[in-house]
């Protein structure tokens, strides 16, 4: 089984791209990112690109049996507005395309809590557009993963984020486990589920909540 998974750079997709690798049933993992991983791996093949719009361009050499989308910014980190949406939105529905040229038996992506195309706030609202589009492509199996605040070792400094992990991880070891996942997702968790779900690509759409990663 040949998986292909892009946002294998960040926080959950270097997870991921590792627990693929160790897995005996995938066969060949295609990475798609834009810098190396610098992992020697005889199953792994980069594709790099230098910028995200050139994915169509590429179809060819990402073939896969099942897809992961990974990918995700933030404004700050994007520059503005218009970036933010080129890569959370265009480049990831782009990605959805290429796997359903493909006829790819599954498409797992990460989008966030609170996606919602209509919502007030822009974040929320591009999540939310992003997961409509990539639903009406008719997927044979799509499933959308909504985590809460992903915790984990991260390469870049966020600085909200960091100031939301040191209050709400501690509250979070006072509730129950249930609520405990509506707040906080640890990334490597959420890498698993990604990966037992790609790979048993249940028919269907399906939306899986924080309080269920």
Known sequence: MIATLIGSTGLTGSFLVRQLLADSAITKVISVSRTSLNISNAKLTEVLVCELADLPSIASKIRGDIYFCCLGTTIKAAGSKENFEKVDHVAIVAFAKVAKAHEAKSFTLVSSMGANAGSMFFYNQVKGRTEDDVKALGLRSLIIFRPALL?????????????????????????????QKSLITEAETLATRMLAQGKAAPVGVHVILAKDI
Do not use: C, M, N
């Open 151 to 179: 915790v984990g070792p991260r390469r870049e400094f966020r600085l909200a984020e960091r100031i939301a992990t040191k209050i709400l991880v501690p509250l979070s070891q006072l509730l129950p486990a249930r609520t």
